[in-house]
């Protein structure tokens, strides 16, 4: 719903250009190149940070699982860490060999 709304305002904002302004030719195309630039880098950016998030949850979901969760070179399992669901941070375990070791579930495969 909110990409139609945005191509809404993208049409209304190139009729709006088109119409009433004094612009010629040329710099009605580079407006409008630059318009639809920042349009698309807006959109890949919401896919790329939508595929992050999808990763990082399926780590927590492994995790939650009771799988082991590769993390920078560190084996993340439920017998050595917890999991902060506010931050989505793996906290070591008191007695174990990680203790107080917190590791990002972003930075896990």
Do not use: W
């Amino acid at each position: 719903m909110a990409y139609i709304a945005g191509l809404i305002i993208v049409g209304l904002f190139f009729l709006v250009l088109h119409y009433f302004t004094e612009l010629n030719r040329t710099q009605k195309a580079v407006v409008t190149a630059v318009a639809l630039a920042i349009v698309l880098s807006a959109v890949a950016f919401n896919a790329y940070t939508d595929a992050q998030r999808e990763k990082m949850l399926n780590v927590v979901m492994k995790f939650n699982q009771h799988n082991t969760v590769q993390c920078n070179g560190v084996d993340v399992n439920s017998t050595n860490f917890t999991l902060s669901i506010g931050t989505y941070t793996f906290i070591g375990r008191e007695n174990t060999p990680h203790y107080r070791e917190m590791i990002s579930a972003s930075r896990c495969e």
